[in-house]
Nanobody
Framework: QVQLVESGGGLVQAGGSLRLSCAAS????????MGWFRQAPGKEREFVAAINWSGGSTVYADSVKGRFTISRDNAKNTVYLQMNSLKPEDTAVYYC??????????????????WGQGTQVTVSS
């Protein structure tokens, strides 16, 4: 089992920045690939960014490329999402997730098995 706890959400003006953290605990949590997802009111959950277990590979949704940066510190079992140049359309509950690849799949085709409770990010215009 892996437990995930997000923090760092809040209210920020458009153009501002926030850094989200996701603290992982549990057996061998550092072996997991990690991802950030978000869900805005009335919309489906969408992928934001992912990082492989070593931190050597990252992928981003087109909507956040160049503005968001995902990173991880395996010594601290923590994953981060640095969000810059925030826009009102970034408003959502942000979730971190942990998973592995299965079969012949390779990163970023991850089967996310563990999810945090989410942290609210609100960007005002």
């Amino acid at each position: 089992q892996v437990q995930l706890v997000e923090s760092g959400g809040g209210l920020v003006q458009a153009g501002g920045s926030l850094r989200l953290s996701c603290a992982a605990s549990g057996r061998t949590s550092y072996y997991y690939h990690m991802g950030w997802f978000r869900q805005a009111p009335g919309k489906e959950r969408e992928f934001v960014a992912a990082i492989n277990w070593s931190g050597g590979s990252t992928v981003y949704a087109d909507s956040v490329k160049g503005r968001f940066t995902i990173s991880r510190d395996n010594a601290k079992n923590t994953v981060y999402l640095q969000m810059n140049s925030l826009k009102p359309e970034d408003t959502a509950v942000y979730y971190c997730a942990a998973g592995v690849t299965t079969g012949r799949s390779t990163f970023p085709s991850v089967n996310y098995s563990y999810w945090g409770q989410g942290t609210q990010v609100t960007v005002s215009s």
